[in-house]
């Protein structure tokens, strides 16, 4: 009966997934649907948690949050900031350089 409670138990616990998000859904939601200055703020709120506050198994950022926070940041004109997230992204994922090397040389005068 105690082996019984205890797999029932076992099975209803949640499984951490390998990344955590925060709220990204429905701030990258938001933001496509507005696309105003608020919306942007939020979405890059969500970033920051999700970089600052990586709860998954793998206790690292989900690939593409810094290159996707990296081009918001750019359309926001905030160079310097979307070049450190496109060099982040390409850090911890390096076959993200290919692409990511192409858009910092589109960017750079």
Known sequence: MI???ALALGACSAEKGLYS????QNASYQYLRD???????????????IIK???G???VVP???YADYGFVLLQLNRMPEAKVM??????????SKIFLDRVLKMIEP
């Not at 942007?40 to 920051?48: A, C, H, K, M, V």
């Not at 496109?86 to 076959?95: C, D, G, S, T, V």
């Open 3 to 5: 082996l019984a409670c």
């Open 21 to 24: 998000w925060a709220d990204y």
């Open 35 to 49: 696309n105003d200055e608020k919306a942007s703020e939020e979405l890059i709120r969500n970033y920051e948690k």
């Open 53 to 55: 506050k990586q709860k």
């Open 57 to 59: 198994k793998r206790k």
């Open 63 to 65: 690939p593409g949050v």
């Open 86 to 95: 496109f060099q982040n992204e390409m850090a911890l994922y390096p076959e």
